[in-house]
């Protein structure tokens, strides 16, 4: 029996990138987001189940479960759905942009976890095909939640709280087998998160990653992703954190070539 994964954020960047890989892999694949027309492409492409859903929204949260629940079994979660809005100081921010990012980087993740969790347990009662019963819930937070910068202000914070849920859930799943895993990148160089974060803003954007050597790209964190669930169902990766050779830390991106020092 072929294993199944929910991904939300699947309509773009890191999602996408992971529902196409778990496709590859054999895994059967649910993708959900906001956007139909991403979706229905997506799932022309790699055929993916698809559902369209606001992960902020508890209702359409609860129509999700209802829809997977009648699918099959469910296996494993990937909580990928988050975004950043703005880069102003705390003084200057606005306080509405740091209420969308803790509801989309925090609160939907337990929204999502909470109503999933009992269809993942059904499938954690059900050995694997190595004898093992596991389910997983893996959660994208981002070293934003390990490292604060300046201009971070309510994503440090609402990553930060992402990244206590995930230590707390894994704690309170403590004698169950369900693994509760967390991938936090760095520089990850998609098509949607800077631009959003500034406003639409292309040439903004475009210069988060001037002059980077190989800056990631969404497929490199949907590698880390798979690997993370395909491993024995008895080893857990608490925290994998990813990085490009030139980011020492949030705050400090090398331009240029890399060369040592000799």
Avoid at 67 to 85: E, M, R
Avoid at 172 to 183: H, M, Y
Avoid at 202 to 212: C, K, L, S
Avoid at 223 to 251: C, M, R, W, Y
């Amino acid at each position: 029996m072929s294993r199944r994964v929910v991904v939300t954020g699947a309509s773009s960047g890191i999602g996408a990138a992971t529902v196409r890989l778990f496709r590859l892999h054999g895994w059967d694949a649910v993708g959900v987001a906001r956007r139909t027309d991403r979706l229905e492409a997506l799932a022309a492409e790699t055929g993916a189940d698809v559902f369209t859903a606001d992960v902020t929204d508890q209702a359409q949260v609860d129509a999700l479960r209802d829809y997977l629940a009648a699918l099959g079994p469910i296996h494993a979660l990937v909580n990928n759905a988050g975004g950043a809005f703005g880069m102003a100081s705390v003084e200057e921010s606005v306080a509405e942009d740091w209420a969308r990012m803790f509801e989309v980087n925090v609160v939907a993740v337990k929204r999502v976890t909470g109503a999933l969790l009992p269809l993942l347990r059904a499938a954690a009662a059900a050995p694997d095909a190595d004898g093992v019963a596991h389910a997983d819930i893996l959660t994208v937070t981002s070293i934003a939640g390990h490292i604060a910068y300046e201009g971070g202000g309510g994503y440090n914070a609402s990553k930060f709280a992402a990244h206590a849920l995930v230590a707390v859930l894994r704690l309170e799943l403590a004698g169950e087998p369900i693994r509760v895993l967390e991938v936090a990148p760095g520089m990850v160089k998609t098509d949607e998160f800077s631009l959003v974060r500034f406003g639409g803003d292309q040439a903004r954007a475009d210069a988060v990653y001037n002059d980077v050597a190989n800056p990631l790209h969404a497929e490199d964190i949907a590698e880390a992703i798979v690997h993370s669930i395909e491993l024995p169902g008895f080893v857990n990766l608490d925290l994998v954190t990813i990085k490009p050779v030139a980011q020492a830390a949030p705050h400090k991106v090398i331009r240029g070539v890399l060369t040592p020092k000799l």
